[in-house]
């Protein structure tokens, strides 16, 4: 801005785009919370929701970005302002974050009730199929699966049997526990249980990637063969 003159309605735009661009570019929470609200709103239009259910949507998005971008905000500020650690800037990051996680929280349930009338058949659907399947076909599906693993554990080398390399233990017992809470949910509360298993899931595999264990193709196979194990002990067993 040219100093002796006060911004125009123009620059003052110009700004606010510039500070929405700079927290996409340099924090990946807010480059995430973009990708999810951009999946919610196209997935409402696809299932044509109601406009209230779309305006609580918007509301909900809008909540998580502002949370964020003022946790950005924050935290910039108080770089700024210390060098040192103090207790009391730890303290306001701390309720900056947790402003985000309340919106995220929110957020979430939010998306839930508008949508789990509308997936809670479909995925009920799906689960019938998938139990009255030929268990063969899904032996054969984790056969291929494990040679795959172990032709790229092969090829590639890396890892030990306990840490790193394909696949990723966690993932695998992560998203085995995730089809077995599916399939031993009742009918009722099946959808809300198996959300909730597989979000638990995907956090531990998230883990797994941010603590620099496993790669993203690391937690894949193993989300993969957990999944797939899962699916062939409660067909054959039950």
């Known amino acids: 801005m040219s100093s002796g003159r006060a911004p125009t309605v123009f620059d003052s735009f110009n700004y606010a785009f510039e500070g929405i661009i700079h927290v996409l570019r340099t924090q990946r929470n807010m480059r995430i919370h973009f990708a999810v ?36 905000a924050v935290e910039a500020a108080i770089d700024i302002a210390t060098t040192s650690f ?22 979430l349930a939010v998306g839930y009730l ?10 009920s659907h799906l689960l019938d199929r998938l139990r009255q399947a ?6 054969v599906a984790l056969v291929l699966t494990v040679f795959v693993v172990i032709a790229t554990k092969a090829y590639t080398g890396r890892g030990t049997p ?20 599916t399939y031993a949910a009742g009918a009722d509360h099946r959808f809300l249980i ?3 298993a597989l979000i638990m899931a995907f956090l531990v595999a998230q883990t797994r990637v941010e603590s620099g264990v496993h790669s993203v193709l690391e937690v894949t196979y193993g989300a993969l063969v ?6 062939v002990v409660f067909q054959v067993f039950s």
């Open 134 to 139: 030929p268990a063969e076909l899904t032996l």
């Open 37 to 72: 609200a951009f999946v919610v709103i196209v997935t409402a239009l696809i299932v044509n929701v109601t406009k209230l259910e779309l305006i609580a949507l918007l509301i909900s998005i809008t909540f998580v970005l502002i949370a964020e971008m003022i946790n950005t």
């Open 226 to 231: 957990g999944s797939l194990s899962a699916l």
């Open 114 to 123: 508008v949508f789990a009338g509308q997936f809670a058949d479909k995925s």
């Open 194 to 196: 198996s959300s909730i």
């Open 162 to 181: 306990l840490r790193g390399g394909i696949p990723s233990g966690h993932a695998a017992v992560a998203f085995a526990g995730w089809m077995a809470a």
């Open 86 to 107: 103090d207790p009391m800037a730890k303290l306001a990051k701390d309720i900056a974050a947790g402003s985000v996680l309340i919106a995220s929280v929110n957020a």
